[in-house]
């Protein structure tokens, strides 16, 4: 073969291979390949997972303040309105010993938390808040959560949006029922009266307008979660 | 012909160029979704092109959610693919041909004489010339580099001391952007050096074999010359 047949067979096979890798990531069979990726990963994951590792922003970064990007799948901000829904309470169930409504005055009373820490956007940005609440591990240990329970599904009042976590990312130390941001009550735009908030996992997995907390012995998938992103997105 | 390339090396070469494509790609296509390193409230001194997209057409995947599928699953193929790379040039002694040695700065001059047309003659070399050695070298530093910037935004609280040791998480972002443009420069000046003065290499890294006659050092061949006016070429024709 001469030289010049040679490049030119090269050139026809690179573009063929290159066309190829362009339809591969529609294809079914691609899919399947990266669904056991994705539950190897999650392996991964949870083996590095250790409550002790614990992040907080770094001591030259700026605050967000009203920086702090913020969406919601409804229509309109969700508020909750008391002359139509009553008062607003948070609905911890599933496996537990005693199911229990919590309104903000029982939340107030668990031992508050405050952290100054990174929320990671799965869309690659970070910013900084204060956050204040209570811990979840505590709430779990206040209506005495079952040990087989293995999950939990932080459900909302906006359009259904919820997430399902592993139990032990739930129980982190920075895992928090948040009522405060940066020394304010929670904002409508931010998930007000309470959202959940942990810089554990990434920013679609914590659930903002807060109304139910479940245990469960299965995971049950999420908002985002059920369209293909990651279920598991720690970081 | 002479025997150039084992196959473990060329297979591990193909494999890597296809996970390292669809690497950058989808990479990219993730980086569309925040093209920027900024903190939320901060700016971010050292990148002229915040929130400028790059072109769909250079990235995979199709969306944000399908590209990071690709990428947390290509990153195994790259990694485990460069683990056995690596292995099998340190256990066959491949890596004495890269590693750099005494004298590789002066014989690097050499060859950039040479391709400036200060000197006439092809230095004198073994199985790659000084720049291309050093470049080989390079490149699997630069990957090495690139998978702990990845693992350190990727985990930036489990694996939160490897993302303070690149300076935090926009940092960590940051150089993860860096060494993968540094990783596609190289590549580029690869790709076009191969088609420039050796495309013999080409068949040695498909079917092993190379024809030592047809070296660029046998044919005295440097890039552009065939761009030149043929009076040109004669006076810079080697002895």
């Known amino acids: 073969m001469d030289r010049r047949r040679f490049l030119s067979a090269g050139g026809f096979s690179l573009t063929a291979a290159f066309l190829a890798a362009c339809n591969v990531d529609r294809s079914p069979r691609a899919q399947r390949l990266l669904d056991i990726a994705e539950k190897r990963n999650e392996g991964v994951e949870r083996s590095l997972f250790q409550h002790a590792s614990m992040n907080s922003a770094r001591n030259g970064a700026k605050m967000a303040g009203a920086a702090f990007p913020s969406y919601f799948i409804s229509d309109n901000v969700p508020v909750w309105d008391e002359s139509v829904r009553g008062p607003w309470t948070l609905e911890v169930s599933g496996l537990v010993q005693n199911p229990t409504k919590f309104t903000l005055e029982d939340l107030r009373k668990l031992p508050f938390r405050s952290q100054r820490v990174d929320h990671f956007c799965v869309e690659g940005w970070n910013a900084v808040a204060v956050w204040g609440g209570i811990r979840l591990s505590d709430i779990a240990r206040a209506v005495g959560a079952k040990p087989d329970a293995g999950y939990v599904d932080f459900q909302s009042f906006d359009s259904g949006y919820h997430e399902s976590w592993d139990i032990d990312s739930a129980m982190h130390p920075q895992t928090l029922v948040v009522i405060a941001m940066d020394g304010h009550l929670l904002g409508m735009a931010h998930g007000a009266p309470a959202r959940i908030h942990s810089p554990i996992k990434l920013g679609y997995k914590n659930t903002k307008y807060l109304t139910k907390i479940v245990f469960l012995p299965t995971r049950n998938g999420g908002y985002w979660s059920d369209q293909g992103y990651e279920w598991y997105g720690g970081t | ?239």
């Open chain 2, 1 to 239: 012909m002479t025997a150039r390339h084992h196959w473990i090396v060329r297979v591990t070469h193909w494999v890597n160029a296809i996970a390292l494509t669809l690497m950058v790609g989808s990479g990219l296509r993730i980086f569309n979704a925040y093209p920027a390193f900024a903190r939320k409230g901060e700016h971010f001194c050292c990148y002229p092109f915040e929130h400028k997209a790059i072109p769909d057409v250079l990235t995979f995947g199709g969306w944000l959610g399908g590209a990071r599928h690709w990428h947390f699953a290509m990153m195994w193929v790259l990694v485990l693919n460069g683990l056995v790379y690596l292995t099998f040039i340190f256990l066959h002694g491949e890596w004495r041909d890269l590693v750099p040695r005494h004298g590789d700065p002066r014989d690097a001059l050499a060859m950039i004489k040479f391709y400036l047309f200060v000197t006439k003659t092809h230095p004198h070399q073994g199985k790659h010339n000084t720049l291309q050695k050093e470049t080989y070298f390079f490149l699997p530093i630069l990957a090495v580099v690139q998978v702990l910037t990845g693992l350190a935004i990727w985990k930036p609280v489990q694996l939160g001391w490897l993302t303070a040791l690149f300076g935090g998480y926009v940092w960590a972002r940051y150089w993860h952007f860096m060494t993968m443009l540094a990783l596609v420069v190289l590549s580029f000046a690869h790709i076009f050096m191969v088609f420039a003065v050796d495309p013999y290499s080409l068949r040695s890294m498909l079917t092993g074999g190379y024809r030592e006659d047809l070296s660029p050092e046998a044919r005295n061949a440097r890039p552009f010359y065939h761009l030149f006016p043929r009076w040109r070429r004669r006076a810079t024709e080697g002895e």
